[in-house]
Structure formats: structure tokens, C-alpha cells
């Protein structure tokens, strides 16, 4: 009897061993179904974004093969006489003011980076750069004689907005993250420009939440805001 039942216990353990691992073999199949689609959906929205990035940057080479014809017309038009150079030389001047050429000078370049202040203090996002730090850094910069500004490689125009965007800062549009290094560049008399950045107080609400420094240099490059200015409601006024 004792034999009999040795027996069938020993039968129902390995019933309950090989149910348990059916049904781990199922479950793994299906996690690694779904793994499978999630990485298939994944190298399809990769694929998609990198067709959109081969396109924009074919866009952008034929806009900068269409700008350099007209230059090249411009530059024809300008030698034939002394009205056509003066509108030409206007025409740069509103191109330099807009953002919408490529512009190099000397200057100044301010670095902020939030890094080594975040590592030694409280993890308090509010102890942070937000968009009304950057704002003042270009009032700042702007009062110095800037002539031409741009925040990681982003041109600032007129029309530029600079606000908060959740944990980011949105300039143009384009988002940038306050707790990595952002790069200020300002094109003007580089005197002047470091003279703001070393006024008294001026840089004293920064000092508390990132790590900063600044250089002057004789050549520096600021590229163009690439968008298309456009006007809804303002109009010329008739003479």
C-alpha cells in the first residue's frame, strides 16, 4: 500500500513539475513575441526618423545651393553700378539684423555648465537654468553691443521666443536641456561684451546653480536662422 502510494505521489510532483514548466516555456514564448514586436515597432519609428533626417538635410542643401545663385546674381547686378552695390549692401545689413545669413566676428562665447553645480547640491529642479536666465543673458548681451547672438548653434533672431518646455527650454522651436552645457555665442566688440558679463552682480544669480566661463575671440562663426520670416497681420503703412 505504502508502494502504491510512493508511487502515485511521485507521479503527481512530476505532473506539477511539467505543468509549471509548460507553462514558463508559453509565458517565455510570448514575452519573446512581444519583445519581437515592440523591437520591430521600434526599427520601423528608427527608420522613419532617419528618412526624415536624409530629407531634411537635402532640403537644406538645395536651399544653400538656391541662396549661393543668388548671391551670385546679387554680386553680378551690384558691379553695374553704384545704386545696385548700396541696395546690395542694405540687403545684407537686414540679412545680418534678421539672423538669416551666416555671420563671423569677434566676440565673446559664455559656457554654463549646471553639471558640477547639480553633483554638490540638493536634486531640487528648481535649483536649475530655466529660459528667464537665458533671456537676461542675452538682454545682457545685447546691451553690450551684440550684434548677432546664438545659444547652442540656435541663431536668435527678433522673432525669437525663449521659454520653458517641461524639463527643457524651447528656442525656435528646437528644445535644449538645462542640465547639460549650453554654448552662448555673441558676435560684437569684444571689450564691451566682456565688460557685461563682469559687471558687479551680473552674473551673481548663476553662481548657485551652474558653473560658468567665458572667452573672447578675434573670429567667431554664428550660422543662420534657416526658417522663413512671415507676416499674418503686420503690413506696411501706405504713403
Known amino acids: 500500500m505504502k508502494k502504491y502510494i510512493s508511487q502515485i505521489s511521485v507521479a503527481l510532483v512530476c505532473f506539477i513539475l511539467g505543468f509549471i514548466l509548460t507553462y514558463q ?44 545663385k543668388v548671391k551670385d546674381y546679387e554680386k553680378s547686378m551690384a558691379s553695374e553700378s553704384d545704386s545696385s552695390k548700396q541696395l546690395l549692401d542694405e540687403l545684407n545689413q537686414t540679412r545680418i539684423l534678421t539672423g538669416t545669413t551666416d555671420v563671423q566676428g569677434t566676440g565673446i562665447i559664455l559656457y554654463l555648465d549646471p553639471s558640477d553645480a547639480l553633483a554638490t547640491s540638493t536634486n531640487d529642479d528648481s535649483n536649475v537654468i530655466t529660459s528667464n536666465h537665458l533671456v537676461f543673458l542675452v538682454n545682457k548681451l545685447i546691451s553690450g553691443g551684440a550684434e548677432a547672438l546664438s545659444i547652442n548653434d540656435i541663431r536668435i533672431t527678433p522673432r525669437t521666443g525663449i521659454r520653458n518646455s517641461g524639463i527643457n527650454i524651447m528656442i525656435n522651436d528646437e528644445k535644449i536641456s538645462p542640465k547639460k552645457k549650453i554654448t552662448i555665442k555673441a558676435i560684437g566688440d569684444k571689450k564691451l561684451l566682456k565688460a557685461a558679463i563682469e559687471f558687479p552682480g551680473a552674473m551673481d544669480d548663476f553662481k548657485s546653480i551652474t ?18 520670416f512671415k507676416t499674418e497681420f503686420a503690413n506696411p503703412v501706405n504713403q
Open 25 to 68: 516555456f508559453k509565458l517565455f514564448i510570448k514575452q519573446s513575441d512581444t519583445t519581437k514586436a515592440v523591437t520591430g515597432a521600434n526599427a520601423d519609428i528608427n527608420a522613419e526618423i532617419e528618412q526624415y533626417k536624409k530629407e531634411k538635410q537635402d532640403l537644406e542643401k538645395q536651399i544653400n545651393d538656391l541662396q549661393t
Open 211 to 228: 558653473k560658468y566661463s567665458y572667452e573672447t575671440q578675434d573670429n567667431i562663426k554664428i550660422l543662420k536662422y534657416n526658417k522663413v
